[in-house]
């Protein structure tokens, strides 16, 4: 049984940073891709990052240069760091992983921007 579980959400302030983490119940590096979306409410999941075990990675225009997305192989962790965030940043962010054409889904956090 794969699972990942994400955290790190929460409420923070406009230009503030937060730092999501998404763990695994196998090696992070036995996925071929992964990747965090996100939620707003009323709109569509997105894709906010990605990574392939390759080490090439991509990002959603909207946070490109404000967002960094990372793997820890001795924590097995995958990172979303968040810098200058934005009230439109705001929604339910969840943990991707692809596994041989299969995708596993955290629960998802729900990351808050507002003043």
């Known amino acids: 049984q794969v699972n990942v579980v994400e955290s790190g959400g929460g409420l923070v302030q406009p230009g503030g940073s937060l730092r999501l983490s998404c763990g695994a119940s196998?090696?992070?590096?036995?996925?071929?891709?992964m990747g965090w979306y996100r939620q707003a409410p009323g709109k569509e999941r997105e894709l906010v990052a990605r990574?392939?075990?390759?080490?090439?990675?991509n990002y959603a225009d909207s946070v490109k240069g404000r967002f960094t997305i990372s793997r820890d192989r001795a924590k097995n962790t995958m990172y979303l760091q968040m810098n200058s965030l934005k009230p439109e940043d705001t929604a339910v962010y969840y943990c991707?992983?692809?596994?041989?054409?299969?995708?596993?889904w955290g629960k998802g956090t729900l990351v808050t921007v507002s003043s």
């Open positions: 991707n992983a692809n596994l041989y054409g299969n995708d596993y």
């Open positions: 990574g392939t075990s390759s080490g090439s990675t």
């Open positions: 196998i090696s992070i590096f036995s996925f071929n891709v």
